[in-house]
């Protein structure tokens, strides 16, 4: 997600697209130098091929089943703490909607440079279609994205969300509607899950800051030497991804291990992001995670974002808290928040270590 932008981006220039820069030498088989990571971000031989345990799963029948809420609230809890991520199954979004989306995703993506340049990432935003670059050494992602504030509605650029294709705004549209709702019942539930007041989850997120980032990554002819997302922590409450076109490539990490997800046919991608693992002071895990590309296919996804609202503050529940168990992160606004994130450079789960209270032998920053 992104909305602010801080010193480290005053100066910044743009690539707008990998098909821009690759369209200065079709025919090469070499990945252009600004894309290829250090050698020791490349995983060791011995974890290719090796099994893997599945990504659990959450049903959401179950989840508001009066007869099931309580055990599979309780699975959910469990999965967040061990996981931070999990597929969840049974969502109720229909899938004409998402045959509709995917198809007006691809169709966007299709469109020639030009008519995308008209979406482009303007000087010192972070907006829009194209890779924002910060410092002339930077690697950059294999993959291009349109990134955009939908709510609250006021936030949206005039340039951006209302000037997409009609067909393709009003799909967004009724996608955005559905799965706030979807979003807003796990947060629920995920606070009932630690006994969290209600009324403090609504008070933060109940039409809270949320923001869509689509990306495409296209075929690589050296997919081990690049990386489609830099491995990184979302700065969300939660984020629900849904892959357009059935092309895998993202990955976890837990114990130190990349883990594939191998996706559930019609299941949403739910991962735990920073603010909610501050507002459970640490009992949930804000997951890494990364994408990697491939030779052949190209992959699409759809991510959504969902915050509390800018004007809500931002730290442990005071529910959670007690002179036992005193809060771990520190507490700041919504908006000071995503300004400093977004100041940075992704890099793990460092800018959540940032928000961490030091303490006699914790000197983490």
């Known amino acids: 997600m992104a ?70 609230t309780d699975k959910l809890k469990t999965t967040c703490m061990e996981w931070g991520l999990f597929q969840l199954v049974n969502h109720g979004v229909s899938s004409s909607l998402l045959e509709k989306l995917n198809q007006e995703i691809e169709e966007f993506f299709k469109l020639p440079l030009e008519e995308k340049m008209k979406f ?89 800051m949320q923001s869509v980032r689509i990306t495409y990554y296209p075929p690589c002819p050296q997919p081990e030497q690049v990386m489609g997302i830099t491995p990184h922590s979302d700065a969300t409450g939660i ?23 191998n996706f559930h046919p019609d299941a949403f991608v739910v991962n735990v992001g920073d603010v909610l693992e501050i507002l459970s002071n640490g009992l949930y895990n804000s997951v890494e995670h990364r994408v990697n590309v491939n030779t052949t296919k190209e992959r699409i996804s759809i991510a959504l974002f969902f915050n509390p609202k800018f004007e809500a503050e931002i730290g442990p529940a005071t529910t959670l808290l007690n002179p036992n168990k005193p809060p771990l992160f520190r507490r700041v606004g919504m908006e000071k928040y995503v300004k400093d994130f977004f100041s940075r450079r992704l890099n793990g789960k460092t800018y959540l270590e940032h928000m961490r209270i030091k303490t006699e032998g914790n000197s983490s920053a």
């Open 3 to 72: 909305v602010y932008v801080g010193k480290a981006m005053a100066s910044s220039h743009l690539v707008l697209s990998i098909e821009e820069e690759l369209a200065k030498n079709p025919h090469s088989k070499v990945v252009p130098e600004r894309f290829v990571r250090p050698v020791d971000h490349q995983d060791p031989p011995a974890l290719l091929g090796a099994l893997f345990p599945a990504i659990p799963t959450v049903d959401m029948k179950k989840l508001v089943s009066v007869e099931t809420k309580d055990s599979e």
């Open 120 to 208: 482009k990432v303007r000087p010192g935003d972070v907006e829009g279609y194209g890779t924002v670059v910060r410092s002339a050494d930077q690697r950059l992602d294999w993959g291009d994205r349109v990134y955009m504030i939908t709510n609250p509605i006021h936030r949206r650029k005039p340039y951006l969300f209302p000037q997409l294709p009609s067909s393709f705004r009003e799909t967004m549209e009724a996608y955005l509607k559905e799965l706030q709702k979807l979003a807003m019942t796990l947060l629920e539930h995920l606070g009932k899950a630690l006994m969290i007041e209600m009324r403090e989850m609504k008070e933060m997120f109940d039409d809270g």
């Open 239 to 261: 984020t629900i991804l849904h892959q357009v076109n059935g092309v895998e490539g993202l990955q976890l990490k837990k114990d130190g291990v990349w883990i594939p997800v």
